[in-house]
């Protein structure tokens, strides 16, 4: 039997201690690193499993990342939304109708609350969460409120809330302030210079909903008869005096409120010895002064109406008209000028300030607009 030399000896053992100390340095590495080998290959026929748990893991993590975004967004949106509540509660709660006094900035309180307010649901409206704006829908990487002064002001070529506002009034109080209606001067005939009756006529000036539209008027005044109203459009009643009423009887008139026509404003009148007293008309010397006493009151009533209840009705009207853009409809504008005598609105997409810029697509559920992936199995 051979026997090797001390020098073959020698090489054969140190290559065992060079193996030993790769498989230590090896050892060593995965134990400190987690891992099998610093290559695919390292991990043998187990390489393809790897790399799939590897990317099962990569996703996980994803979802872990998408569902904590989720919940930010979920539960900044509830915060967000419980303060746009209790701002609107505030702002009806600020309105004092006794409040006329201005400040300095000329604004009353009720008035300088409701603009701070204001500013204040914009800024909720541009919430940003880690650059996602909440309100934007799927565009969520702009501001999706237009500023406070655009949307109030207008820009160079689009019109503002204030400019809409202002043409609807002109289209509901009309030409002759009162609320779109036609009152007619007294027409009186005589006999032997004794008036035997004397006439006056309330009339809607055209077949549209700006102003007020008339409603129901009943009567209890005696040698007094009215004629219409017939409920068409444009609607007309008349009243003829051919005598004296009597004290204490009374005669009672409607009108409704644009733009639905559903709220009622009453006028309701007593035949009085001297009409100094609200809600009262002063019977005169002859029928022609009596009905002259009515038609005053008649025409104050309707001019002072129209600029204040009036007033609000199409404040209000601008107002959804000016914002209710939802699934992408158009601002509507009062078709004209001229706008005091419009019969008609139409679609101011191109000439009035866009306040809302995120998504506005028409759709049947805006929470579609916004989804998040949290499972690939779900």
């Not at 102003?211 to 008869?225: E, K, M, Q, R, Y």
């Not at 009085?272 to 022609?288: H, K, N, R």
């Not at 005091?340 to 995120?358: E, F, H, K, P, S």
Request: hydrophobic share 35%; no cysteine; net charge negative.
């Amino acid at each position: 039997m051979a026997i090797s030399t001390i020098t073959t000896s020698r090489t054969y053992l140190t290559k065992q201690v060079t193996s030993l100390s790769r498989a230590l340095q090896e050892k060593t590495s995965q134990m400190a690193t987690g891992k099998a080998g610093t290559t695919y290959g390292a991990v043998g026929n187990n390489r393809l499993m790897d790399l799939q748990l590897t990317q099962k893991v990569s996703q996980i993590k994803s979802y872990q990342t998408s569902i904590t975004h989720a919940n930010l967004h979920l539960e900044t949106l509830n915060l967000t939304l419980d303060r746009l509540e209790n701002i609107r509660l505030e702002s009806k709660a600020a309105i004092d109708q006794n409040d006329f006094q201005l400040q300095t900035d000329g604004q009353t309180r009720s008035q300088a609350t409701a603009e701070i307010l204001l500013y204040e649901a914009v800024n909720i409206l541009n919430e940003n969460v880690a650059g996602h704006y909440l309100y934007g829908g799927s565009d969520a990487v702009t501001d999706p409120v237009a500023a406070i002064d655009d949307i109030m002001k207008g820009t160079i070529d689009r019109a503002g809330l204030k400019t809409v506002m202002d043409e609807f009034y002109q289209a509901n109080l009309g030409p002759n302030n009162n609320g779109r209606m036609d009152v007619s001067a007294l027409t009186t005939n005589y006999t032997l210079g004794v008036p035997t009756d004397s006439t006056f006529t309330i009339a809607e000036d055209g077949a549209h909903d700006f102003g007020f539209d008339i409603g129901t008027v009943n009567s209890t005044l005696s040698n007094v008869t009215l004629t219409g109203p017939g409920g068409g459009d444009p609607d007309t009643f008349d009243i003829q005096f051919t005598g004296q009423p009597a004290l204490g009887e009374t005669i009672k008139m409607e009108f409704t409120l644009p733009p639905a026509h559903d709220e009622i404003l009453t006028l309701e009148l007593e035949a009085d010895s001297d009409g100094l007293q609200e809600g009262t008309f002063a019977i005169g010397a002859d029928l022609e002064e009596t009905a002259t006493n009515l038609h005053a009151k008649v025409t104050a009533f309707l001019e002072e109406h129209a600029q204040t209840t009036l007033k609000a009705a199409s404040d209000v009207w601008a107002g959804d008209s000016f914002f209710d853009t939802y699934n992408g409809q158009e601002p509507m504008r009062v078709d004209g000028p001229p706008f005091d005598t419009a019969t008609a609105l139409i679609a101011g997409g191109a000439t009035t300030v866009n306040w809302y810029t995120g998504e506005n697509s028409v759709t049947d559920n805006p929470r579609d607009d916004k989804d998040t992936i949290i499972d690939s199995n779900l």
